[in-house]
């Protein structure tokens, strides 16, 4: 079972729940989950339902996607991992190729997190 999300490059272009708070600028705030027993199954289908996202991986506690972006159709990779308290999903978003993402990474993040906090 996975623990932990590996941590970013140096290159700006991901973000990672497990980077450090406040001292680096890859770090982005886990998401906090309403019910604890829901797991990963509505996130599993609120992914695959997205046109952008191909789900690469499921485990219990893991999903791993690919997301397309829509202009130059580069690929992002996208982990989450539910923590053991079954509330904190970890996240972590980071661009295969390039050295700077724009921000792209947590933008998509940021406008994912207020969709799956409520799921």
Do not use: W
């Not at 999300?5 to 309403?34: A, E, G």
């Not at 509330?87 to 724009?102: E, I, K, M």
């Amino acid at each position: 079972m996975k623990m932990k999300l590996d941590p970013c490059p140096t290159s700006p272009n991901c973000v990672c729940s497990f980077d450090t708070p406040k001292s680096d600028s890859h770090y982005i705030k886990p998401i906090r989950l309403r019910r604890k027993t829901q797991g990963l199954a509505n996130l599993y289908e609120y992914l695959d339902a997205r046109k952008d996202c191909t789900v690469l991986a499921k485990k219990a506690n893991y999903i791993k996607a690919v997301f397309v972006t829509s202009i130059l159709r580069f690929k992002d990779d996208v982990e989450f991992l539910l923590a053991d308290n079954g509330r904190t999903l970890h996240v972590r978003s980071a661009s295969r190729v390039g050295y700077s993402d724009l921000g792209k990474n947590r933008r998509r993040i940021e406008s994912m997190r207020s969709t799956i906090e409520k799921l």
